[in-house]
């Protein structure tokens, strides 16, 4: 599903315009991005799953075509886990 499906859904279900829908939903992106970027970044949504900041460590790794060892930098990723309504209707 892209996003523009998701606006039309959003808009259908909720009886709400479509500019109305790519706002809230823009919103929404925003805003869970917004709160991990903070230091301690963690965005729960009931039944959903939680969005969670972690910081991986710097590595060494190889390039798959030469071989060569390169080192990798440490970085924040995002990490989601399913709540319990999400994996019990997948």
């Known amino acids: 599903m892209t996003k523009a499906e998701l606006v039309d859904k959003m808009a259908k279900d909720a009886g709400i315009s479509k500019v109305a829908a790519a706002a809230a939903l823009s919103s929404l992106l925003d805003g869970i991005s917004k709160t991990l970027k903070k230091k301690d970044g963690k965005v729960t949504l009931v039944g959903f799953g939680t ?11 190889r390039n ?27």
């Open 51 to 61: 969005f969670t900041k972690v910081r991986r460590q710097a590595r060494t790794g």
């Open 64 to 90: 798959p075509q030469s071989g060569a060892v390169i080192k990798i930098k440490a970085r924040n990723v995002v990490k989601f886990k399913p709540g319990k309504l999400l994996k019990d209707s997948v």
